[in-house]
C-alpha cells in the first residue's frame, strides 16, 4: 500500500476534483490494492486504485489509474495530476 504523505488538489483528465457532499478540493491519498474474483477462481489480478479521502467530510472517492496520450506534449501522461496544498 501507497501513501502519499500530505494533502492533495487533484486533477482527472484536466477537471479539478471537487468533494460531491462538500464541494470541498482538499484530499488525502491512499492507494489500495483490490483483488480481481468475480468467479472465486484463485486471484489473478489486482486492480489498483487511487482513493481520495476529502479533508472536510471524509467521502472517498476512488479511480484507477489510467495513461491517456496528450496530444500537446506529444507523449503518455496519467490522467490523475497531483498537486500538494502546502501548509501555511
Ligand atoms: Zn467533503
Known sequence: MVRRR?????????????????????????????????????????LTLQTFSCTSCGDIRMFQEKNRFDHTLQQHVTIIEYTEVTKE
Open 6 to 46: 500530505g494533502t492533495y488538489r487533484i486533477k482527472i483528465r484536466d477537471k479539478q476534483l471537487i468533494c460531491l457532499f462538500c464541494q470541498h478540493d482538499e484530499f488525502l491519498h491512499r492507494e489500495v490494492y483490490m483483488d480481481l474474483n468475480p468467479l472465486e477462481e484463485p486471484v489473478t489480478e489486482q
